[in-house]
């Protein structure tokens, strides 16, 4: 009797069907994980640092950006977000079916701090005051994409495992330090940091519990 009440069970959740909708995009600050292979992110500098940095920059100048770059073409690695997660923990392999909804919005994203300022457009991001252009960042930083894609996954979660969905990427990023003058003053000075999306996709793993 209680083998059959267990099957039965089984049986009521073999097969369940969930639709998400990722927005998974370059908003690289809210990833749920970020590692880099060297260097520092902006927001990781220090008072000194910086101190140290806008020393390259503090030379004055008719007009225009003065830039310093610090960290050039970082590779790293990240986690988005957890689109599925779940564990079985009893005697019978249950399966999934699983539907998932992903729109990739930007694969550019700008961070500044100080009084360097970024406005966005209807393409792209950019930074304030044609900072852009004195930067000359490689071609992978100058475009933007909208791309929809919808994928289905049948799934056994066998006893004792885990199955975990997320979005997996790797990018590119820059940062350094700038000053902008007009006619020998300075008028803007600040950290400018630009991530870029290089490869992104959903990626499966089943672990042991």
């Known amino acids: 009797m209680l083998k059959k009440l267990v099957f039965m069970s089984m049986l009521f959740f073999m097969l369940t069907l969930v639709l998400h909708i990722s927005y998974a995009d370059s908003n690289y600050q809210s990833f749920e994980s970020l590692e880099i292979d060297r260097g520092k992110l902006l927001t990781d500098f220090t008072t000194s640092e910086y101190n140290k940095y806008y020393k390259k920059v503090d030379s004055r100048k008719f007009m225009g950006w003065k830039v310093y770059t610090v960290n050039k073409d970082i590779e790293c690695r990240y986690v988005t977000e957890t689109l599925f997660s779940y564990y079985n923990d009893g005697y019978t392999a249950i399966k999934y079916a699983y539907t998932l909804d992903t729109k990739t919005t930007s ?32 071609a992978d930083y100058q475009t933007s994409e909208e791309k929809k894609e919808s994928i289905s996954v049948i799934l056994d979660v066998d006893p004792g495992t885990q199955v975990d969905l997320y979005i997996y990427g790797e990018g590119l990023i820059t940062n350094g330090v700038a000053a902008r003058y007009a006619f020998w003053f300075r008028t803007n000075r600040g950290g400018y940091e630009a991530f870029v999306v290089t490869t992104q996709y959903q990626r499966l793993e089943k672990i042991r519990i």
């Open 107 to 138: 694969k550019l994203s700008l961070s500044a701090t100080g009084s360097i300022g970024i406005k966005t457009t209807s393409t792209r991001p950019e930074f304030k005051n044609n900072l852009d252009g004195s930067i000359r960042l490689s």
